[in-house]
């Protein structure tokens, strides 16, 4: 699996949250998919094309025109009424320009607001570069997202922020900056979830990476909360709600809530990671979840999911090629109607260890108890970025990339294109699969740890079915490297 070793505070990103009315982007493209979904282009121009602030050093290097790891989330009282949010001008070392959302309120023709997360976006924060964009929407509509910000070269601090939107993505207010610090902290993979059923509350969560003092034998990686219950005006003080002390060198991450609608149970999804005494090696790994019937103020000791069997993410033809995708990250889902709940994540069980495939777990107590783990995507082909959603009958959605079309020996490009899988009230004996984009070419990604598509894709049910909300690369365009889509999609 890929190793996370905690990154210097210098090697951090900039991100925070504020009102500002973006842009009306052009005319959002259409451009159908292999199934005839309409698939709609959702990133139009660059906000921080003139922007000179974030570089690191003489080796950083931007790239302009890329959105990459996109995240969105669907009104629950209105399908048509979407917003998405990706990284604008990723930095080859870390994080992005700044953050940027893209909102419609009939569910085809998408505008542009900026994030002011970073000092590149008009009347931003005080954080040189943006990173790990998260949207949802509470069931008044009201639109919280989040994300984290660093500084690079004026100070080593991190930070964990959030704002609200009342107009359905065209403004942001209730800036907050919901936790900072400085190193030897360091602020990760933050989510946010919105409460479904609670108005007005929403939860944010992330892991935070203690090397104090630094140097081998001392990480620690918590998982840390903070919560609103006033619709995004106040957050409360941020704390730890997953412990790691009792391991040395023990860290979490991959945070993301989701809620019992029947019920209001929370459950908390997460990677627990520990390495070895220098810290060069994970000598284990499993994913893990903790649940909350107080609405996130007391949480249940963690019970244990499945196995991280995660291994490198890269090129098969070609290992020195290194990918950057979902690994160690779950994607999980809950039926509404029935409670059952699921998690989606790649794992190697299926190739021997060869290669992460899309693997599926579901539990029908709870969370008590968890299955064996199911293969999703096509045995023997590669796949990554798992994201899965439950529509309100049932039917299990996933959305991955794989690599089916890549041809042995061929080394220069690397076929890619996104897959959707339905499993009628999860069963993997009525799976069905098409695929929603084109296929296009991995390598002219972004480079950063690897050619980067973004460490997630979204997914979520929209009353119809569901919304996919994805990236693809374009070839031959070192200024417009990559593009996020967005398209709504049955579910039989």
Not at 25 to 40: K, Q
Not at 52 to 78: H, K, W
Request: aromatic share 8%; hydrophobic share 35%; proline share 8%.
């Amino acid at each position: 699996m890929r190793a996370l070793l905690l990154p210097t505070a210098a090697a951090a990103a900039a991100l925070l949250l504020v009102a500002v009315t973006g842009a009306t982007a052009a005319a959002a493209d259409r451009n159908p998919a292999p199934d005839g979904s309409p698939l709609i282009r959702v990133s139009h121009g660059d906000p921080y094309a003139d922007c000179t602030i974030g570089a690191r050093s003489p080796d950083s290097v931007v790239y302009p025109g890329s959105e990459v790891e996109p995240y969105l989330s669907v009104d629950p009282r209105d399908s048509k009424r979407v917003v998405t949010v990706f990284q604008q001008d990723r930095w080859n070392d870390g994080a992005a320009r700044g953050l940027v959302a893209s909102w419609t309120t009939d569910g085809r023709t998408f505008h542009r607001s900026t994030l002011p997360f970073s000092l590149c976006a008009p009347g931003g924060a005080d954080f040189e570069r943006a990173s790990d964009p998260w949207v949802s929407t509470g069931p008044d509509g009201t639109v919280y997202a989040g994300g984290e910000g660093v500084d690079f070269t004026r100070s080593t601090r991190s930070a964990l922020l959030a704002a609200t939107s009342r107009d359905g993505g065209r403004t942001w207010q209730n800036l907050t900056t919901t936790h900072v610090d400085e190193e030897p902290f360091f602020n990760d993979k933050p989510s946010l979830t919105a409460d479904p059923i609670r108005k007005g509350t929403a939860y944010q969560v992330w892991d935070r990476l203690d090397n104090d003092p630094p140097g081998p034998g001392s990480l620690d990686g918590p998982g840390y909360i903070s919560l609103t219950r006033d619709g995004g005006r106040t957050w409360s003080r941020a704390r730890p709600f997953v412990d790691t002390s009792t391991v040395p060198n023990t860290q979490t991450i991959g945070h993301v809530i989701v809620v019992d609608r029947r019920t209001g149970t929370l459950y908390d999804f997460f990677d627990r990671i520990t390495y070895s005494d220098d810290l060069s090696t994970v000598t284990e790994a499993h994913y893990a979840v903790v649940t909350s019937t107080d609405a996130g103020e007391t949480w249940s000791a963690p019970t244990t999911v499945a196995r991280d069997t995660s291994v490198p993410e890269v090129d098969p033809n070609d290992p020195a090629k290194t990918l950057r995708a979902g690994a160690t990250l779950p994607s999980p889902a809950i039926d509404p109607k029935t409670g059952t709940l699921y998690m989606a994540y790649e794992g190697s069980d299926f190739s021997g260890g060869s290669f992460d495939s899309v693997q599926l777990v579901r539990s029908t107590d709870g969370g008590r108890t968890w299955g064996t783990p199911e293969l999703i995507s096509p045995q023997g082909v590669p796949a990554f970025s798992p994201s899965i959603a439950v529509d309100e009958r049932g039917t299990v959605a996933l959305t991955y990339y794989d690599l089916r079309f890549l041809e042995p020996g061929d080394t220069t490009t690397l076929p890619t294109a996104y897959q959707l899988a339905t499993l009628p009230h999860g069963d993997a004996r009525r799976r069905s699969e098409r695929r929603i984009s084109r296929v296009f070419d991995w390598l002219q990604a972004p480079f950063a740890g690897g050619y980067f598509l973004g460490d997630y894709q979204g997914l979520v049910a929209d009353g119809k079915g569901v919304r996919a909300v994805l990236t693809e690369t374009h070839s031959d365009a070192p200024q417009n490297r990559t593009d996020v889509y967005t398209t709504s999609l049955g579910t039989p």
